[in-house]
């Protein structure tokens, strides 16, 4: 009897610490009325030398630091197979991945993908594709 005690006095403890933890890790995601545009990844011809870190405040005007982005990436390609993927960093880069599965027609992916300590996002470009279209549509501080 005494230890059931004991164990529901420990876990109201831990259920305590648990939720002034909770705002502490998780922010609100900051939406932006119009989504953050840049003229380097409006529709423009990539290839794998355009591949790199891009840097959020600088490209699209986000705000320093961010910890993640929503990201709405869109690939158009003559061809098919050549892969546009997106992370944190250049290890970790398919938390977004788009790859046109029809020649000429547009393959469209949104989602959250962490940034890395500056905020920026890693983009791996497999090959020569026709046209890269990436948005901030928010983010999360």
């Not at 405040?57 to 997106?86: K, Q, Y």
């Not at 880069?93 to 890395?116: F, H, K, M, Q, W």
């Not at 990436?134 to 983010?139: E, N």
Request: aromatic letters at 8%; one cysteine or more.
């Amino acid at each position: 009897m005494e230890e059931q005690f004991l164990g529901r006095k420990r876990l109201g403890q831990d259920v305590r610490r648990i939720r002034t933890w909770i705002p502490q890790l998780i922010t609100q995601l900051q939406d932006s009325t119009l989504p953050f545009t840049s003229t380097s990844w409006d529709g423009d011809a990539k290839g794998a030398g355009d591949s790199g870190t891009i840097d959020l405040s600088a490209t699209f005007s986000a705000p320093a630091n961010v910890r993640a982005v929503l990201v709405r990436a869109a690939v158009v390609d003559s061809a098919t197979g050549e892969t546009v993927r997106i992370g944190p960093d250049n290890v970790d880069y398919n938390a977004l991945v788009c790859r046109p599965t029809v020649a000429n027609i547009y393959a469209e992916n949104s989602g959250l993908v962490p940034c890395d300590a500056n905020g920026d996002i890693h983009v791996e470009i497999s090959g020569d594709v026709d046209g890269v279209v990436i948005s901030i549509w928010g983010y999360f501080l």
